[in-house]
């Protein structure tokens, strides 16, 4: 394994749904940072994704000091933020024998400006304009998701598929 997903007290159960299938598509590891605000039972689950929730490998941590503990030693850790100058695509996330997190902040304050603080050198943030707070939590997961996977030549992923019978050729 070599990428991340983990998403520090998330909030909204359809943009975890929708990141854990992201993560189910892409073979990465999901971890979720408690307190989570949702059940990973609720409805809302389920429409956005629980039906690739068994096809997800998941970490529970029970709080952002304990997800820091987990980490192994000479894993790379990124904090996706706003507030960083470096931008995601400027990094180097090619290596695939090592290990990449890409820690994301909860929907409404994104992570502890304490910590932000702590670590401002892992701190990478996506361009837009100031018209708007944020970018969706889900859509921001998978846009960093996939220029890792870019940067690794998408190793590991099914490049084309092919229908069984092909009905472009009946």
Not at 11 to 32: E, F, K, S, Y
Not at 94 to 110: A, P
Not at 117 to 130: C, V, W, Y
Request: proline residues 4%; contains cysteine.
């Amino acid at each position: 394994m070599t990428n991340h997903i983990a998403l520090y007290e998330p909030l909204m159960p359809a943009n975890t749904g929708n990141i854990a299938r992201t993560c189910a598509a892409t073979d990465t590891h999901l971890h979720l940072i408690e307190p989570l605000g949702f059940s990973t039972d609720d409805k809302h689950m389920k429409r956005a994704g629980l039906d690739y929730w068994e096809k997800v490998d998941i970490t529970y941590h029970e709080s952002l000091d304990a997800f820091m503990a987990a980490l192994p030693a000479g894993a790379h850790l990124y904090l996706i933020s706003k507030f960083s100058d470096q931008v995601y695509s400027d990094t180097d996330f090619s290596d695939t024998s090592e290990e990449h997190y890409f820690l994301f902040g909860k929907e409404t304050t994104g992570l502890p400006e304490h910590f932000m603080r702590e670590h401002p050198g892992q701190a990478l943030r996506m361009p837009m304009t100031d018209k708007v707070r944020a970018l969706n939590l889900s859509n921001s997961a998978a846009i960093i998701i996939y220029e890792a996977l870019r940067q690794q030549n998408f190793a590991g992923l099914e490049r084309s598929h092919h229908y069984q019978h092909d009905k472009l050729k009946d």
